[in-house]
């Protein structure tokens, strides 16, 4: 059975569909919703809206935004769900942290030059982002010694890579209040990625007026711990009186399985509109 996935990318960030290829695909697998979740941008909520309009499908405007880490080993992700896309602080938002991820990307390529790595930013650009995951691919298809992206991660970007370069992001409280003012609700977005730090980020998400997090996400790198995993954080979601959220992190069928594999229930999703609503 599909799910109503609530986070989904398109090629306006790191996805492969546009955001009509995105809609098709949901509609051909009987979604009846699924939100538009792109890094960083809104770019694509506009069209997706019009071209959504008389088809059987609801579109819910969406970001991911990467929060500061602080000193914590992993990134920080939350989703912004119901905003208004046309939103100045969302706009803001999402200017400074594109600026900032090109910033990143020139330092990364520059690490990746002295490391004897040929790669230039002109090239990066062209892809049409400045984010890891393309430099990635990149590299990838230059240098036949990495068969998957998590062995350039491993070796290069993430972070314990040797051309890892610390993201210039936002702290936690200005993400959620800037979702709250473009009237959307803040979702902390696949906190078993967080691993040991997942529960103390929960309880400063909780502190700062969170509104949910996902539990129903595809753990695929978990192997058969991810089902007990969904099974912690939707307990943490009920004990801590937060909305269940969740979905596929949707960039393509190749890199994460079906549309809709993953997500929320139509009660679940229900339940997210009433909160909103009120």
């Known amino acids: 059975m599909v799910k109503i996935d609530l986070h989904t990318h398109t090629n306006i960030s790191d996805g492969k569909l546009s955001s009509k290829e995105l809609i098709d695909l949901a509609i051909k697998r009987k979604i009846p919703a699924i ?5 960083d941008d809104v770019g694509a909520i506009g069209e ?3 071209y959504a309009k008389d088809k059987p499908i609801e579109i819910i405007p969406g970001v991911e935004f990467t929060v500061d880490p602080k000193d914590l080993a992993k990134e920080i992700h939350v989703v912004g769900l119901f905003i208004d896309h046309k939103n100045k602080k969302i706009l803001e938002l999402k200017e400074k942290h594109q600026e900032a991820g090109k910033t990143r990307g020139k330092e990364i390529i520059q690490k990746l030059n002295e490391l004897g790595y040929e790669i230039t930013f002109k090239e990066l650009i062209s892809t049409g982002h400045s984010g890891r995951p393309s430099i990635a691919k990149i590299l990838m298809k230059r240098y036949p010694e ?3 992206r998590s062995q350039v991660f491993n070796k290069l ?3 314990q890579g040797k051309a890892f370069v610390k993201a210039e992001t936002t702290p936690m409280k200005e993400i959620i209040s800037s979702i709250h003012q473009a ?3 803040a979702i902390l977005a696949h906190p078993a990625y967080l691993r040991d730090n997942a529960e103390q980020v929960i309880n400063g998400f909780v502190k700062l007026k969170g509104d949910g997090i996902e539990v129903d996400c595809r753990y695929e790198s978990f192997g058969k711990q991810a089902q007990n995993l969904r099974d912690k954080f939707r307990k943490i979601a009920k004990d801590n009186d937060l909305l269940i959220s ?3 992190d949707f960039h393509s069928v190749e890199l994460s399985g079906n549309l809709g594999e993953f997500g929320v229930s139509q009660e679940e999703f229900d339940r997210i509109k009433l909160f909103h609503q009120n």
């Open 48 to 50: 997706a809206l019009k």
């Open 183 to 185: 009237q959307g609700l």
């Open 35 to 39: 939100a538009i979740t792109d890094h």
């Open 157 to 159: 970007l993430g972070k």
């Open 246 to 248: 969740g979905g596929t």
């Open 146 to 148: 990495f068969k998957e």
